[in-house]
């Protein structure tokens, strides 16, 4: 009788049970909402309900972003990968080894050109799932790149900005990508090309304090973290409390830091009307008059 009690029936669940993704579920950190990962995904990882911005891969935004989902993929310059070889819990080049084998790619930023609604564009994705998105030699190796390419191709450069900052790792390599960058941004002016910024959750350190803040047009996610240092040290910096909503996206749009707050659906029209307006270029339907 025990046998048959305690045996069989887990032995048959066993059988019958199936086996259920953990991921099949997400909840939105705002609402508590539970959405199926299919129907967040196709809504480009927006929660339907109460709009939270989820964080969206690279590849997946410019499937969004470009005509047809086509772009092609620019490859990034080869650079020494660990130039101090830095080591603090671990190996720098053994973490740069889990990075690449979980995202499957080389580095923070991906490069990629195609059109947005007939307008060519050159964009610069930061992937926060390498390494916080922190910018490091190779990604601003890959930025200058990628507003070379812009410059070759006569095309507006747009950078969808995610990161924790500079990347300790790499000392003062890192820091010298600020300023390289900085010069990169004036040569796509000097040719008279439109740079656009994208300020996703979070932009933070030394992104914010060089590229991700030039932009012609400044352009954030609703609800985004966008800051240098965070709330919490300014606080105890200054022993003062921080008003609310600091550094979320609606609060430095209304104190001037950034142009508009624009939801991930609207930010592809958004950029090829701008980028029409500043190229005087004409528009789908004057074209097919």
Same mark, same amino acid.
């Given at each position: 009788?025990?046998?048959?009690?305690?045996?069989?029936?887990?032995?048959?669940?066993?059988?019958?049970?199936?086996?259920?993704?953990?991921?099949?579920?997400?909840?939105?950190?705002?609402?508590?909402?539970?959405?199926?990962?299919?129907?967040?995904?196709?809504?480009?990882?927006?929660?339907?309900?109460?709009?939270?911005?989820?964080?969206?891969?690279?590849?997946?935004?410019?499937?969004?972003?470009?005509?047809?989902?086509?772009?092609?993929?620019?490859?990034?310059?080869?650079?020494?990968?660990?130039?101090?070889?830095?080591?603090?819990?671990?190996?720098?080049?053994?973490?740069?080894?889990?990075?690449?084998?979980?995202?499957?790619?080389?580095?923070?930023?991906?490069?990629?050109?195609?059109?947005?609604?007939?307008?060519?564009?050159?964009?610069?994705?930061?992937?926060?799932?390498?390494?916080? *998105?922190?910018?490091?030699? @190779?990604?601003?190796? #890959?930025? &200058?790149?990628?507003?070379? %390419?812009? /410059?070759?191709?006569? $095309?507006?450069?747009?950078?969808?900005?995610?990161?924790?900052?500079?990347?300790?790792?790499?000392?003062?390599?890192?820091?010298?990508?600020?300023?390289?960058?900085?010069?990169?941004?004036?040569?796509?002016?000097?040719?008279?090309?439109?740079?656009?910024?994208?300020?996703?959750?979070?932009?933070?350190?030394?992104?914010?304090?060089?590229?991700?803040?030039? *932009?012609?047009?400044?352009? @954030?996610?609703?609800? #985004?973290? &966008?800051?240098?240092?965070? %709330?919490? /040290?300014?606080?105890? $910096?200054?022993?003062?409390?921080?008003?609310?909503?600091?550094?979320?996206?609606?609060?430095?749009?209304?104190?001037?830091?950034?142009?508009?707050?624009?939801?991930?659906?609207?930010?592809?029209?958004?950029?090829?009307?701008?980028?029409?307006?500043?190229?005087?270029?004409?528009?789908?339907?004057?074209?097919?008059?």
């Amino acid at each position: 009788m025990n046998w048959i009690s305690n045996v069989v029936p887990p032995r048959i669940r066993s059988l019958l049970r199936r086996e259920t993704p953990e991921n099949l579920w997400v909840k939105c950190p705002e609402s508590g909402q539970l959405v199926f990962h299919k129907d967040l995904e196709a809504n480009q990882m927006v929660v339907p309900g109460s709009g939270h911005h989820m964080p969206i891969a690279p590849k997946a935004r410019c499937g969004f972003l470009f005509d047809g989902g086509r772009f092609d993929e620019l490859p990034l310059p080869e650079v020494p990968s660990d130039p101090l070889k830095f080591r603090d819990i671990k190996r720098y080049s053994d973490r740069l080894k889990e990075y690449r084998a979980k995202t499957g790619a080389p580095d923070s930023i991906l490069l990629a050109q195609g059109e947005i609604e007939a307008v060519p564009f050159t964009v610069a994705l930061h992937d926060f799932r390498f390494q916080g *998105g922190t910018l490091g030699l @190779a990604a601003g190796e #890959a930025i &200058i790149a990628g507003m070379a %390419a812009a /410059v070759e191709k006569r $095309t507006p450069f747009a950078m969808f900005a995610a990161s924790g900052g500079a990347r300790m790792q790499e000392g003062a390599f890192s820091l010298m990508q600020l300023p390289r960058t900085t010069v990169a941004v004036r040569r796509l002016r000097a040719a008279g090309l439109p740079y656009f910024v994208v300020l996703t959750n979070p932009t933070t350190g030394g992104v914010t304090a060089s590229y991700a803040m030039l *932009g012609d047009v400044q352009i @954030a996610e609703p609800g #985004a973290v &966008i800051g240098f240092a965070g %709330a919490r /040290v300014i606080e105890q $910096t200054i022993r003062e409390r921080l008003p609310d909503g600091f550094q979320r996206a609606e609060y430095l749009r209304d104190h001037g830091m950034v142009d508009m707050v624009t939801p991930r659906h609207e930010i592809r029209p958004t950029l090829a009307r701008m980028a029409r307006i500043l190229m005087n270029r004409p528009t789908p339907s004057a074209d097919a008059a």
